[in-house]
């Protein structure tokens, strides 16, 4: 049984179905094991609905999740007795938006730039591991976005290195947003809604220019012209 998940602030989020603990444990982990490199370091969060859930089955899972490389951080649902096992765990029982705010780095070599006729937040350096960047106008990344670092764009985001972080473009839905890079190596990236993951062999490196991708018909298309 898979899963849908979806994107959010901190991570990825899996809604469970309504089914005991244990179907819905082989079905996170059916869902995981479809594709286990665009899960790898990622943040997991369950959405659980109704369902009690035990201290013992949280921990098997959290420790199951953990031996493949992602990390399940909390658990959101109605259940009390699930929420008060969580937070004895150091779980989340809920979405925390101001959490970006505190793990926002000081980027001193920002400016403002023009891009197209409108304003652009230009990052003159690489984004490395533990910066999150989140912005309204379309980002410009002068350098590469590594692993751990995350770029959030309510439009467009161009980086002139390589991605191997989470991107993120048309947040707030914009039309025809896209992501531009030098290159994408193990990259996540979201588009209008949709996720992929990008490797270096999910393409064929151009002679000269940038690859742009976009979310076409609610698939990711790479485009190498």
């Known amino acids: 049984m898979k899963l849908r998940v979806r994107g959010i602030n ?3 989020l899996m809604s469970l179905p309504e089914a005991s603990w244990d179907e819905c444990c082989a079905a996170v982990l059916e869902t995981v094991g479809e594709n286990e490199p665009f899960y790898a370091g990622a943040n997991l969060f369950l959405d659980a609905g109704q369902l009690d859930i035990r201290v013992v089955e949280i921990t098997a899972l959290r420790n199951e999740l953990e031996n493949r490389g992602i990390f399940l951080k909390g658990i959101f649902g109605q259940s009390e007795k699930t929420n ?4 004895s765990l150091g779980m989340m029982t809920a979405p925390v938006f101001s959490a970006r705010n505190l793990r926002k780095e000081k980027i001193e070599e920002v400016q403002q730039a023009k891009e197209i006729g ?3 937040y230009l990052v003159i350096r690489t984004v490395r591991s533990g910066n999150v960047i989140e912005k309204k106008e379309t980002i410009v990344v002068l350098g590469d976005i590594n692993p751990g670092a995350e ?3 309510d439009k467009n985001v161009i980086v002139l290195g390589t991605i191997r972080g989470r991107v993120t473009a048309g947040g707030s839905r914009e039309a025809g947003a896209f992501i531009s890079a030098g290159g994408f190596d193990n990259a996540q990236v979201m588009v209008n809604g949709v996720l992929a993951l990008i490797g270096k062999e999910s393409y064929d490196k151009p002679s000269s ?3 742009m991708v976009r979310n076409v018909y609610g ?3 790479i485009d190498t012209k």
């Open 219 to 221: 698939e990711i298309k």
């Open 84 to 87: 008060q096992n969580c937070r």
């Open 209 to 211: 220019g940038m690859l």
């Open 118 to 120: 409108e304003p652009a």
């Open 10 to 12: 901190d991570g990825l």
């Open 151 to 153: 770029v959030i764009s």
